[in-house]
């Protein structure tokens, strides 16, 4: 794609981030689009959704991760967090499992879920996606019989 037609691109799209085709705003046309978002978001507060969306509408701070520079797409991560007697939040679920998949033969994958795989402290899984998460780092998906065989911690046969 050109550079030109990428900036067409993002011109749209950030008016239409700006607007979210709100009919009675003066500042500017009106853009077609559509914004796509989870049931977490949905079931929190209006107040805190209201607070989502305006943070959304505000935002022009792409960077290098907009590889086409088309600004057109944007993740939230949501978190529900516990407050246990010690004072420290603990994640205990959210919308934050995150599923990259390359269409190669076999499939290449990364995936990360923010609050990790289990709430047992005793389990190698109690932090050990969360603590990629806070690095902003992905865990490969294993897809062939071999990778999963080689990194298999246990099997169950019923």
């Not at 993002?10 to 981030?17: G, K, M, P, T, V």
């Not at 290098?64 to 057109?72: I, K, L």
């Not at 993740?75 to 995150?98: H, M, T, W």
């Given at each position: 794609?050109?550079?030109?037609?990428?900036?067409?691109i993002?011109?749209?799209?950030?008016?239409?981030?700006r607007r979210?085709?709100?009919?009675f705003?003066?500042?500017?046309?009106?853009?077609?689009?559509?914004?796509?978002?989870?049931?977490?978001?949905?079931?929190?507060?209006?107040?805190v959704?209201?607070?989502?969306?305006e943070?959304v509408?505000?935002?022009?701070?792409?960077t290098?991760?907009?590889?086409?520079?088309?600004?057109?797409f944007g993740?939230?991560?949501?978190?529900?967090?516990?407050?246990?007697?010690?004072?420290?939040?603990?994640?205990?679920?959210?919308?934050?499992?995150?599923f990259?998949?390359?269409?190669?033969?076999?499939?290449?994958?990364?995936?990360?879920c923010?609050?990790?795989?289990?709430?047992?402290?005793?389990?190698?899984?109690?932090?050990?996606q969360?603590?990629?998460?806070?690095?902003?780092?992905?865990?490969r998906?294993?897809?062939t019989?071999?990778?999963?065989a080689?990194?298999l911690?246990?099997?169950?046969?019923p």
């Open positions: 794609m050109s550079e030109e037609k990428a900036g067409k993002a011109d749209l799209n950030d008016r239409f981030r979210f085709n709100i009919p705003c003066n500042e500017e046309p009106a853009v077609p689009g559509q914004i796509v978002t989870t049931r977490s978001i949905l079931d929190l507060a209006p107040e959704q209201v607070d989502i969306w943070t509408r505000r935002f022009d701070a792409f290098e991760d907009d590889v086409y520079g088309e600004h057109d993740a939230f991560r949501i978190v529900r967090y516990d407050k246990p007697k010690d004072g420290k939040y603990v994640a205990k679920g959210g919308d934050s499992f995150v990259a998949v390359e269409f190669t033969s076999p499939p290449t994958a990364h995936s990360i923010a609050y990790s795989q289990t709430d047992d402290p005793k389990s190698p899984h109690h932090t050990d969360s603590e990629l998460f806070a690095k902003e780092q992905w865990k998906v294993n897809f019989e071999e990778d999963i080689k990194n911690e246990r099997a169950y046969h």
